[in-house]
């Protein structure tokens, strides 16, 4: 059966104006829930990346009998010397020279870069050297805060104990 030439087809005004309101009133509860679900995973996103380069430091270690460790490092090729994470870290055999040093017969295993400028990681210690039987020097817990800085509330922290093992709040470090 054909249409009636004279059917109306589409929208009229007024159903068109109420979709838009409803699509507005939506988006305008929607959008700052997504907006904070978004800088929320991308907290837990560098978390899991710091405590990741734990673990594989830890089985390093264990794989290859040596020790292993991690430093705060701008370059990607030696320790900074500073407990300032967000600029990257290196993961590296440490099995030569001094301990907590890039040196000549170390192998740099994995770098990663610098956090997003809105990011903050600091941690208690310089580096942290883990030896194949899963124990980590310096002695006992090391702790290390990452912190949002356009949300104070948007942070995480990090505890690796002496036995190599880590725990994560979302609390400020004591």
Partial sequence: ??????????????????????????????APSFARMARENRVTTL??????????ARSESARRGMPVTICASADGSSCSGGVDYATGWILFTDDVGTAGQVDVGDEV????????????????????????????????????????????????CMTLSGIGRTSTVKAVCP
């Fill in 47 to 56: 978390t899991n990346d710091f405590v990741t380069s734990f673990a594989l």
């Fill in 109 to 156: 295993l994995d770098a990663v870069p610098a956090l997003p400028q809105t990011f903050t990681l600091a941690g208690s210690q310089p580096f942290v050297r883990f030896f194949p039987n899963g124990l980590t020097t310096p002695a006992g817990n090391k702790t290390f805060q990452l912190q949002n800085t356009q949300n104070a509330e948007l942070v995480r």
């Fill in 1 to 30: 059966m054909k249409a009636h030439p004279s059917a109306h087809r589409g929208f009229s005004l007024m159903e068109l104006m109420f979709a838009i309101a409803v699509l507005a009133i939506v988006l305008g509860i929607g």
